[in-house]
């Protein structure tokens, strides 16, 4: 079955430090992987996506991922939380032909600690 | 170029009543997918239109729920007697071509709570 899998349903950093979000996939075809970020009462803002080619992708607001076709993983990361990054991230996989129909992941709440 | 609109941003039904969500794609955008978020839950694919077409509608409820997308206007999606269960939080996104190399764009959502 495709499904979206973010282990971790909270975090919590301390500002300044380093975050690392984790997303593992199980998809059939050819993954286009994407992060989102919610915040409350908001809608969804994409903060990276990967499609092909190189596989460590930046995205904006100082987030990165990597994808690992061998692990099933797209891991999200950014070397130093602001106290702005407190939001919930989604997980996302999408097949070529079809960007707009995607599985989601149940979202990781992270809080930041001053 | 404004971004997906959808509206309203909050609808408060009561049980029974039918409940109409509307979702203007980015202009240029002729694709639209509907997906709904329940409380701490992440967002299930309900339905994906073209104009005048439904082409998926995999992940709609059988009952009481449908969407449209006319040749003009916006699409709309219905919920007929609305039950507590549908209270969630509705998101519209468009494309401009699916098959293309690049991502939908999310809309704002619909807050829908059922009373």
């Known amino acids: 079955a495709q499904s979206v899998t973010q282990p971790d349903i909270h975090i919590t950093v301390s500002e300044g430090a380093s975050l690392e979000l984790r997303c593992n996939y199980s998809?059939?075809?050819?993954?286009?992987l994407f992060w989102y970020v919610q915040s409350p009462g908001q809608g969804l803002q994409l903060l990276l996506k990967?499609?092909?080619?190189?596989?460590l992708v930046q995205g904006i607001k100082g987030f990165e991922a990597e994808f690992k076709r061998s692990q099933s993983s797209f891991n999200l990361r950014k070397p130093s939380v602001h106290w702005s990054d407190a939001a919930e991230y989604f997980c996302?996989?999408?097949?070529?032909?079809?960007?707009?129909?995607?599985?989601f992941g149940q979202g990781t709440t992270l809080q930041v600690k001053p | 170029n404004a971004g997906v609109m959808q509206n309203p941003r909050h609808l408060v039904r009561r049980r029974g009543q039918e409940a109409r969500l509307r979702c203007s794609p980015m202009?240029?955008?002729?694709?639209v997918y509907w997906y709904r978020q329940l409380p701490e839950e992440g967002l299930k694919f309900m339905v994906y239109?073209?104009?005048?077409?439904?082409?998926?509608e995999s992940g709609m409820p059988k009952e009481r729920f449908s969407a449209e997308f006319p040749k003009e206007g916006p699409s709309i999606l219905r919920i007929q007697q609305v039950v507590r269960g549908d209270s969630a939080a509705y998101f519209c996104?468009?494309?401009?071509?699916?098959?293309?190399?690049?991502?939908?764009?999310f809309g704002q959502g619909t807050r829908l709570t059922v009373v």
């Open positions: 998809y059939g075809a050819t993954p286009y």
């Open positions: 990967y499609f092909s080619g190189d596989t």
């Open positions: 239109l073209q104009k005048e077409n439904i082409i998926d």
């Open positions: 996104a468009s494309s401009p071509n699916p098959q293309s190399s690049t991502e939908a764009f």
């Open positions: 202009k240029g955008h002729s694709h």
């Open positions: 996302a996989v999408g097949a070529k032909g079809n960007t707009g129909k995607l599985i």
